[in-house]
């Protein structure tokens, strides 16, 4: 596993070659496998193809028109229900103060993580979109406003072999009983 993990690449740049269903249904499973707090779940996953619905989620990323060479969109949405009861009025977005919220943006990001080296696995490159804002990204999608959009996950073949990024030294980081 450390070796997909080395070789993992945010892909900006993709083939125009569709992406077999049954890996995109390999990748859902293998986010839909990832732990979560108290095992609620959160996540749901929107499978996009479509170039105008591609389009438009692009544009409401800050107009990141590279997002559109991608064949396929997974959209990544964290459920707060899971943690508050339905009868409760709630409105999630960026700066909302609910700790529950964190608890379901935690979670649904383990199950993104699993789900970015599964495709990693599978020969698919993968970029993991989050510059958005929830009133703007929710409409295009239908999704409700007590859900939150963790992330967007284009998806294809690679088009492009980007170098290795540096990362710190474990000794920068590592750190034993305290700080």
């Not at 009868?87 to 960026?94: A, P």
């Not at 103060?97 to 935690?106: A, D, V, Y």
Request: proline share 5%; glycine share 4%; charged share 25%.
């Amino acid at each position: 596993m450390i070796e997909e993990i080395k070789i993992r690449r945010s892909i900006r740049k993709y083939l125009n070659r569709p992406v077999e269903d049954e890996k995109i249904i390999q990748l859902v499973e293998s986010a839909r496998l990832a732990p979560s707090g108290s095992n609620t779940q959160p996540w749901h996953f929107i499978i996009v193809k479509s170039e105008l619905i591609k389009q438009k989620l692009a544009k409401v990323s800050h107009n990141q028109q590279w997002m559109i060479s991608a064949p396929v969109f997974i959209v990544c949405v964290a459920d707060i229900r899971c943690r508050i009861a339905k009868n409760v009025d709630i409105l999630i977005k960026e700066d909302s103060p609910q700790e529950e919220l964190k608890q379901i943006i935690r979670d649904t990001s383990i199950s993104i993580s699993y789900m970015l080296l599964e495709a990693n696995s599978l020969g698919l490159g993968t970029c993991w979109v989050g510059w958005f804002i929830q009133e703007e990204i929710r409409p295009i999608l239908n999704i409700p406003s007590d859900k939150y959009v963790v992330g967007i996950i284009t998806l294809g073949y690679a088009n492009e072999a980007p170098e290795t990024r540096p990362r710190k030294k474990l000794e920068e980081i590592v750190h034993y009983e305290s700080w």
